[in-house]
């Protein structure tokens, strides 16, 4: 496998900055990386041959997140357990990032390039603004997602999958709105509420039962997180609230006014509310 | 066949530096101090569409006199290099002194060797934590770097405000005073800079913006429409732009906005189980 050279930073003929910084037009930073220096490109480096990843290398996967929209915006959350094979490789990974003001992104599937596409869609999505002197509308951003995912389909054909979840506030439309993703770059929107992971699958089933649309985003932050409480409890790759250490999972809520994140102090209060509810139901029904 | 006449190179440079001076002169000037809460960056400009002040970076601005598609290039030269280390490095490894050195490489190389150089002037400014950290580069036609202090006018007539600015400014200026001496500054008739502002310049003819100090993230800020006009209004009580709330920020920190409070309130669903 060629070694990967170091990125070309400005050094051309007499330190002058590069004939490619120059080019007129191009408002995207991965068109741009792509003309300049292609190895930066998650999805453009070469693949070693052969086929899928050595099991004994196998990387930490990111798992379960939800996402659900209320009258005002719309609340993404993710569990923080990244797994290798069975075995936990990190308690407090986080899964969920700003993509911009307005917008989120969740990511499932090899933790490392989840995490590097995210860092790439992010200074995508702010390098479009400066250059442009505009925001992209919220369907253009995630379009853009689209194709970063696209771009990584030969990896994820060797097993390095990454699937995002995006969610963000129309400023056009003004409502939240959530779009899914899958392997080969198809994007899809999602009404009132979306999972991706291991454990969307019981996230889901969660989701249906509980989430209201009419709600406030009190109640939407709760049912995140009893939705992903739901996932932890049948899937192992999915981390619940670790009360012992005070690990909870990530919340955050996009309205009109931008990306927050929801401060971890009340989501421990969320998480131990749910939990004490459980807690009460199952007293009630006796001892078994 | 013709024979070339023997130009000496002196005379070449200075040629260049003389077309390159006369381009950059007929635009007009722009202005760049630093006030309590950051610096601000000021410019006579009409056009709401073609921006002599833009964003580089978190803490980093651009400014710029002369031929518009010239500097326009620059810029987007800029953004794409302050991209470009901000995700090969980390967002902190991004300064204006390395950009100030890549442009003045870009500038010089060009005045040298091309057959015609930049009509350009342009400004870099990065906001520090605190004023004496503040940094504006001043790069002009022929690549050269100067770090200025404080207040800077470029362009045109740049010499003679020079003057007029450096009287007024002073460390830890309000935001309405620094947009007032920028104003002064721009409507002042270079040809005689003692008699004082000869014209009006209304808000609407002005391009402002800051970097705002103690953000984490992007600092940039365009200060247009309403509150432009209050703050340069001497009558009127608004002497700073409204802080920006940091959204971005890690949300256990002092002042976090948290969960919007307009909620409805509902027992947050807490205490229902599963369906």
Sequence with gaps: ?288 | MTQQFYVSPEQVMRDRADFARKGIARGRSVVVLCFDAGIALVAENPSRALHKVSEIYDRIAFAAVGKYNEFENLRVAGVRYADLRGYSYDRADVTARGLANAYAQTLGSVFTTESKPLEVEILVAEVGAAEEDDQIYRLTYDGSVADERGAVVVGGAADALAGVLAEGWRPGLRLADALALARRVLATDPADPAAGPRRDLPGASLEVAVLERGLPRRSFRRVQGELLERLLDADDPTVDAPRTPDLLAPAEAPGHPGLPADTPASPSGEGSGPG
């Design chain 1, 1 to 288: 496998m060629p070694a990967t050279p170091a990125p070309q930073l400005p050094g051309g003929p007499a330190g002058r900055l590069p004939a490619t910084f120059h080019v007129p037009g191009a408002a995207s930073f991965t068109d741009f990386l792509g003309s300049h220096d292609p190895s930066l490109l998650p999805g453009r480096r070469p693949l070693p041959a052969g086929g899928a990843l050595a099991p004994e290398l196998d990387p930490p996967h990111a798992t379960t997140i939800v996402a659900l929209t209320y009258p005002g915006g719309v609340v993404m959350a993710g569990d923080r357990r990244a797994t290798a094979g069975s075995a936990i490789a990190h308690r407090e990974i986080e899964k969920v990032f700003p993509a911009d003001t307005h917008s989120c992104v969740g990511i499932a599937g090899t933790a490392g390039i989840a995490v590097e596409m995210v860092r790439l869609f992010q200074v995508e999505l702010e390098h479009f603004e400066k250059i442009e002197g505009a925001v992209l509308s919220l369907d253009g951003k995630a379009n853009r997602l689209s194709t970063m995912v696209r771009g990584n389909l030969g990896l994820a054909m060797q097993g390095l999958a990454v699937v995002p979840l995006f969610a963000g506030y129309d400023l056009a439309g003004r409502r939240g709105r959530i779009f899914s993703y899958d392997v080969t770059g198809g994007r899809y929107e999602e009404r009132g509420h979306h999972s991706v992971g291991s454990g969307s699958v019981f996230a889901r089933g969660a989701l249906k039962k509980l989430h209201r649309p009419t709600r406030g985003v009190d109640e939407a932050v709760a049912t995140a997180v009893e939705a992903l409480h739901d996932a932890a409890d049948d899937d192992s790759a999915t981390g619940g609230s670790d009360l012992v250490r005070g690990i909870h999972p990530v919340v955050a809520v996009v309205d009109e006014a931008g990306y927050r994140r929801v401060p971890a102090s009340r989501v421990a209060e969320v998480a131990r509310g749910v939990l004490d509810a459980r807690t009460a139901d199952r007293l009630e029904e006796g001892p078994s």
